[in-house]
C-alpha cells in the first residue's frame, strides 16, 4: 500500500511517501527565514507560505519516491493540534486529492505522530512512556496499546520549546532557538547561572517553563558580565534536569519499562545524552527518533495514517481542522493498572 502523507501544522510543509509503513521519501519546505525577523511563528504568514510551497513539496515527495499520484493507496493529512489556518491548507489538498483520485483518506492527530516516528525505524511495543517535547507540546503520554493514549501530564504554560526560543530571543540568538541555543551552550559552564527546576504542586506528572524564562531574565540583570556559553549551557541544562525528572516520576509512577523521547527538543543532545543515563539508571530502553524525524515532517504523519488505512479505516472528506486535539483523557498514573 502506498501512502502520501500531508503535514502543515505550524510553520514546516511537508510531504512524504510510505511504501507498507517503509519510508520511500520525506519533503520538509521550512519557513524559518519567513518567520525569523519576528522571532516566532506568523500564524498568517505560515498559512500564506504553506499555500505558495504545498504543490512543489508533494510533487517533489512523489518524485523522490519514484511513484506519481496515480499509484497512491491512501492519503493522510494532520488534522490537528496546530495552528488552523496552517492546517487547512494540508489538510483541504489532501482530501481534494483524495477525492480526484477516489482513494482513502484520514485525518492524523500530530502528536501521534510525533510518537509514531520511532516506529519508522523498526517495530515499537506497547505499552510505552512517550515525552512529546516541541515548539507547541511539552506533554507525558501512556500509549497502552495501539491508537489508545492517556495524557499523564502536560506544560501549565510554555513547551519546553517555546522556552528554548523565548529565551534564545532574549539572548539575541535568533529563531528558531533551540538549535542555536544548543551551539551556544557548547563549552559553557551548565552551574554558572543558578535557575530553578520548576515542579507544579499537586501534579507531579505536570509541567511549566514561563518562571524558567523570567529567572532566566533576572539573572541577566546580575550577572550582566557571565559569557554568553555559560548563560546558554545553564538555562538549557535548567530544562534537561526539568524534563528527564520528570520522565524520571513518570517511570516511577507507571512502571514504564520503554520510553519514546520525541518532537523537535528532542534533537538536543545533552537532552538526549541526560536520558539515555537516566533511562540506564532505572533499567528502562530510550527510543528517540533519528534527528531528522525529531522536528515536524511527514513520514510521521504518513506513518500514522498508514496504521489506520491499513486496517481499512478512513475518515469522512467532511473532517474539519481542529487547533486542540487531546490525543486522549487525561489520567493519573495509578488509573493505569488493571
Ligand atoms: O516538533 P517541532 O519541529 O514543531 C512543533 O511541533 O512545535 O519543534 C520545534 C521546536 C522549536 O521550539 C525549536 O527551538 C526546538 O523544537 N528545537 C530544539 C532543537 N532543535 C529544535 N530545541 C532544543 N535543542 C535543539 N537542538
Ligand atoms: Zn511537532
Known amino acids: 500500500m502506498i501512502v502520501l502523507g ?38 498568517e504568514l505560515a498559512a500564506r507560505n504553506h499555500i505558495l510551497h504545498i504543490v512543489p513539496v508533494i510533487e517533489r515527495a512523489l518524485e523522490h519516491a519514484g511513484v506519481t499520484l496515480a499509484d497512491v493507496d491512501g492519503i493522510a493529512a494532520t488534522r490537528g493540534p496546530g495552528l488552523v489556518g496552517s492546517l487547512l491548507v494540508g489538510l483541504c489538498t489532501a482530501k481534494a486529492i483524495a477525492r480526484r483520485r477516489g482513494v482513502p483518506f484520514v485525518g492524523v492527530n500530530h502528536i501521534e505522530g510525533h510518537l509514531l516516528s520511532i516506529e519508522l525505524e523498526g517495530p515499537l511495543e506497547r505499552p510505552f512512556l512517550g515525552l512529546v517535547v516541541s515548539g507547541g507540546h511539552s506533554a507525558l503520554y501512556w500509549a497502552a496499546a495501539d491508537g489508545s493514549y492517556a495524557v499523564l501530564g502536560q506544560t501549565r504554560d510554555d513547551a519546553a520549546g517555546e522556552a528554548f526560543d523565548k529565551a534564545a530571543k ?24 543558578r535557575l530553578p527546576r520548576p515542579r507544579v504542586k499537586g501534579a507531579e506528572l505536570d509541567l511549566s517553563f514561563s518562571g524558567l524564562k523570567t529567572a532566566l531574565w533576572q539573572g541577566l540583570e546580575r550577572n550582566r558580565d557571565l559569557p554568553l556559553a555559560d548563560v546558554a549551557a545553564s538555562f538549557q541544562r535548567a530544562i534537561v ?73 478512513s475518515d469522512p472528506l467532511t473532517l474539519n481542522a481542529v487547533a486542540e486535539l487531546p ?9 493505569l493498572r488493571g
Open 6 to 43: 500531508i503535514e502543515s501544522s505550524c510553520d514546516d510543509t511537508g510531504a512524504a511517501v510510505l511504501r507498507d509503513g517503509r519510508e520511500l521519501s520525506n519533503v520538509v519546505a521550512s519557513q524559518e527565514a519567513v518567520h525569523q525577523p519576528f522571532g516566532g511563528v506568523v500564524p
Open 170 to 193: 532574549l539572548l539575541g540568538l535568533g529563531y528558531p532557538g533551540g538549535r542555536a541555543m544548543e551551539e551556544a551552550a557548547r563549552g559553557g559552564n551548565p552551574d554558572a547561572m
Open 241 to 313: 534536569d526539568t524534563l528527564v525528572e520528570a520522565v524520571r516520576r513518570a517511570i516511577a509512577g507507571t512502571g514504564a519499562t520503554r520510553i519514546v523521547v520525541t518532537g523537535g527538543v528532542s534533537a538536543n543532545g545533552p537532552l538526549r545524552d541526560a536520558m539515555a543515563r537516566m533511562a540506564a539508571e532505572e533499567g528502562a530502553t530510550l527510543l528517540v527518533p533519528p534527528l531528522k524525524r525529531c522536528t515536524d515532517n511527514a513520514a510521521m504523519i504518513a506513518y500514522a495514517g498508514w496504521r489506520r488505512l491499513a486496517r481499512g479505516e
Open 327 to 335: 490525543l486522549g483523557p487525561r489520567r493519573q498514573c495509578g488509573e
